[in-house]
């Protein structure tokens, strides 16, 4: 497979994962913010810092107000991670390799990228028309989003052979998504900062669950614990074997890629990427939540980015630059 | 019924003949579009546009408004060619491909039609698609043009004539197959009901073709894209992608010890066919075109090592120049020792003088066109030019006589098509595409192009021309 094609697919991939991200983000918190009696003041603001954005989102707007935040992670032209951005880029890349997927994710991909600019349009038109309207059929749009990257999976899944435009799609799919959790949990870190009187209250269980449905992740919770616990839904996002969004699965499913893609059984030389992985598979499996907690669990999640930043450009070495 | 007032005076129509009555070939499809009426053709249209959009067969205009994507504009009524004038077109066809062959594979080796001066050979010596380097040269199975898009065009007394040919980088073919798909989805019960031949299998043909170039056993094979944003791209990654072969741009490739190979996520792959998209001096910096951003250095000498298959071949271009085209008709008698089954277009050469008088006289009645001009620019129609524009035309005319040809304006052939709601004509011509490996394939019908502009005659979709479904039947 040519290596600029490789590089395509595993951008088309994360592009689409983290729009998924982003509409269940944004859902989460404008449902929580609903269920508050009270305005909780820098409810929006926490949002912005888990996608690394904020900078960009000071110089762009005044007050992190409801309206501004949604704007900027859904329809702003100006952020490149919205998910108006994340599907152009996704569909550009699907342009450029055509070839290599089949008729019907392509068809997928660009009728939910149009439906994504018309919406943006009628969203921009009516804002500009009636003031901006905060929740107009925003949870709606934002389930159909979810609902066309999941069968864009479903798409690709079912209709491209399991070989190397595969594997990469999955590179992008879990790196993006391990990134996405670190993000999640982190967020807890960016609310919990103003009101720590707040622990254990209603207020504070509340943000939790928000947390775990972020991460589509509290059913799957509820099975497997009694309660909710900050330490157990810790333990359930970072180290369990066997939800999708956990880091360790994410690891682990690039890894089982990586073995793919290069081909190379035991014993034989492998490739940095690889190696990446599994020292880093390796060290969650030695790791427990307790000593997580000991050292931090802020410091912990910047550990695990630096980890997949690593393991990212590890691939981008061995197989897009040549 | 809306198709009565339906007017095609003083014009071949495809449809009706000039008593009004529709020929034997549309009879079905006129009836059954009269019974559906013009709501549910309407309907129809919409929803053959939406799955257009949908399959993402788009382009890109930039104006005032930003960015705007649209679809090719495509008629939902079809354009039909009788079996009967089929088959000697398609005779036609094959016969011209062979002659310019021949002709290529002469001028660049030991030129007898100039040493018998059939063509003088400064025209061949001063024609941009001459290439000096290509003297010699040897392409595999001495074919030289393996896909052609030949232009035709109905005169008014609706015999077919050649208006160019196309042997560089011939576009269109995945609009015929798309547009097809789109046609079956709107009017199943016409083709439940008509034998209408098919096209789908037009990639495999060229499959074929392509793995016909080398000995290699199960080659390698790679479409060479300009890039993504080049108009044709579309295009290029569908032919990739349905004959199940690697899509490249110039920056994929490499030439190492003349041979070519492609960067891979496993290292570098030997590339052993190589359809180009791209223009001939544009491919290689190091025999052509230093400047080029898009090409390959030493995969030239590659090529003319027999280390890898070029189609088409580099140096085709002096083949369809506008000037040599003229002498087209004497190229197929001079090898072939027949008369042209199709006929060319009546055509001034400025560089002849008398030619050039003429045309500078009666300028306001023809067409002139630059030799090598494409997609309708660097051309005038002379009626339809202003007094300004006619001098300043003259004035381009005598700076570069060699570099202009003239032709009458031909009145070319209408189809019903339909606009917003009414079945107004619209002038048509006709690009089948030709395939020269171990036969020559002509994939039956073509793309139709329509001019969609009420009575113009420019059909190039650059200048704001749709297209139509071709329908050979039997």
Redesign the interface.
Known sequence: ????V?ESVFWMNRYIERAENYSRFIDVNHQLSLDLNEEVPNQWLPLVHTTGDIELFEKRYSSPSPVNVIRFMTFDEENPNSIFQCLSRAR?NA??I???IS?SM??VL??FY?FVKDYRKVYMESSALHGDTLSMGLSDFLSTVRKSCQSFYGCSDATISHD?VWN?SLLGRFLERADKTTRILDMKYFILLPSVQDVGSTLDLLQWLSLLKSASAHEMYNQKYKRVDPTDIAEFLILNETFPRSIFFCIQEMQEALEK?SGIKEGLPRNLAQDATTVYLNRLRSENIKSIFDKGLHEYLDDIQIELNHIGSKIVER?FT? | MFIADYSAKNIYDEMFSSEGFPRKSYDFVKTKMESLGGIELVKRSTSAERALMSLGITFTLYGDGGEQERIMPFDVIPRIVPSEEWVSMEKGLKQRIQALNLFLRDIYGEGKILKDKIIPRDLIESSSGYLKQCIGLKPPKDIWIHITGTDLVRDGAGAFHVLEDNLRCPSGVSYVLENREVMKRTFPELFEKLNIRQVYDYPYHLRSMLENLTDVVDPVIAVWTPGVFNSAYYEHSFLAQKMGVYLVEGSDLIVENHKVYMKTTKGLRKVDVIYRRIDDTFMDQSSFRPDSLLGVKGIFEAFKRGNVALANAPGTGVADDKVIYSYVPKIIKYYLGEEPIIPNVPTYLCSEESDLKFVLENIHNLVVKAANGAGGYGMIIGPKATKQEQEDFKELIKADPRNYIAQPVLNLSTVPTLIADKIESRHVDLRPFILYGKDIYVMPGGLTRVALRKGSLVVNSSQGGGSKDTWVLG
């Open positions: 497979m040519l290596s600029r490789a550009e342009r450029t055509r070839e290599n008729t392509w068809e660009n009728e149009l190397e990469f893609i197989f040549n």
